[in-house]
């Protein structure tokens, strides 16, 4: 059930995304996620459409004025409410010291203004994010999203803690059967609409790996409840632990 509502809530969201994104530098299409799991950018290396191609030359025969004062006063405004507000929560550089709050850094932009979205119109629920994300104009979600793409990613495993090897052999052999390479990158770093997911807070990693398990948590579309199927606690476990400190 949960799962026909998730695909049927996917084009609404991919029409309003396409209207939302305006960057044409980063214009996806955003039903391709959708219709074939498997074609799923794999790895930034091979995004073809997600490769942040810049025009060639600048339009020079454009607009003669840059942006307006206007528009760079709001910019400003964004991105001093960005380091003041978001990073308050998500951390220095984006790097997430708090319990359950992810880290932000190395995030892609597509999946970052996805998740605010999703926040906004209540299809992923957090009481914290979703009433952050109410506050927030289209414009703002583009800006931020941008923001945090800029951020240079985490180092993983920057505890310094000790590593269990043996833990670490399991995480990684239950990646490699259950795929998570296929769409996440074979580094683990996403691309587009799919999450980095190496270096992220091991304690949020096992979070929204149940959450996706139990359909708590639907996402852009059902291929991560599809893929977490009967993993165990303690498997899900494994997976963060290893996904935490991969590098
Ligand atoms: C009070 C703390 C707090 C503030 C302030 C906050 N966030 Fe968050 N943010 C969270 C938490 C907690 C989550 C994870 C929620 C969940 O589990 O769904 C999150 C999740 C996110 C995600 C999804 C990340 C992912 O990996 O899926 C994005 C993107 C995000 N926040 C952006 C922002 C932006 C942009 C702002 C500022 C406008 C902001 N946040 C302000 C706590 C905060
Ligand atoms: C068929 C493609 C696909 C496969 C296979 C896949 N994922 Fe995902 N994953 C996604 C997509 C797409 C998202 C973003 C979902 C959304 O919109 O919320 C995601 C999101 C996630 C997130 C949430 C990241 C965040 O910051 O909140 C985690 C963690 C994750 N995946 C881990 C895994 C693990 C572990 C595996 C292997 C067991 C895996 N994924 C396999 C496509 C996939």
Redesign the pocket.
Known sequence: MRGTRGVVGVAALAAALGGLWLSPALQLVPSAMAQSPSAAPASPQSRPSGAPRKPAAPPAAAAPAGPSAAQLAAEQAQRQ??QA??L???GVGGQSQQP???S?AG?HAF??IT??FL?REGR?A?P??SA?ARG?SDA?MRA??EL?AALPATPAGVDGAATDPVRMRRGAELALRHRCGACHGSDYTGGAQV?RIAG?RED?LR??LG?FQSGA?LGYTTAMNETLAGLSPDDLGALAYFLARVR
């Open positions: 409410r960005f507000e978001c308050a929560c998500h359950e709050v992810p932000l995030q999946y970052a998740q605010l926040y992923r957090n914290v994010m952050v927030m703002d931020f999203s945090i999450a992220q949020y979070l929204v959450e948590r």
